[in-house]
């Protein structure tokens, strides 16, 4: 197992996370195809350190990703890589130190191994670890599933959130159960998302009634985690609208204050 340290000698490098992502997928894509399978990854701007596993030649390996992303930047004459740092490392040691914060990452496999985003492929190693695991490892807690602790988000950063976790279009109705929960926990009243979602109050409150989305907690932790991801504008505002909520007395707000102890 080798940590790989790649970084632009020229500052041209990684700066932006549509960047990062490709680069991540090419990364993956090449690792299946050449036994050098990526585990875990941090992409900063101007670095990107990966653990790697396989016995696949590592040169070529890491000479088809340079030419490759080089390629996608529209580069054909290449980017400036500076020499890569590569060590043997263990599991845990490595996952330490990609996942610690405080960092900003542009890109950061501690989100797909606690479950903060979808997946596109197979996360591998890294579930060998518990997403409990990588919270410590990071720092993190998973903020309390208590409506009483939590504060009003608006609508337009609960569509932000639950999109970026699932992988599908806010909207899309596989996400409507989600959508549902997630803002009665922060202040929303039934009728206000029925009227939001185009269907009947009485639709968003069998929503309420089922058992909890399991995206729900990764949801909370996009949204309330101020170590996480500290470029993001959390809310502060309590709504007077919560006091009349049908979510705080349900037996889904039950539920949900017994989880958070």
Known sequence: MELISLRSSGGDLFRSAVEAQGFVRRAERLG??????????????????????????????????????????GVPGGLSWAPARCQDVGLEGALSRLHALPFEPLDCSLWDATGLRHRRLDVGLLRLKSPAWHFAVAGLSSPPLSPEALPFVPWSRLLDVVGYVTARPPSARANGVLLSQLAALVGWQSEAVAALRGVSPDAIRKGLRQPLKAELEACLVWLFEPRFCPQIERPTVRSSSWESSPFKMGSMGSALSRSSH
């Not at 941090?42 to 030419?67: F, K, M, N, T």
């Open 32 to 73: 299946l195809e050449r036994d050098r399978r990526l585990l875990a990854w941090r992409i900063v701007p101007g670095q990107a350190e990966l653990l790697v596993l396989g016995e696949g030649d590592r040169a070529q390996w890491l000479r088809l990703l340079r030419s490759g992303h080089a390629l996608a930047l």
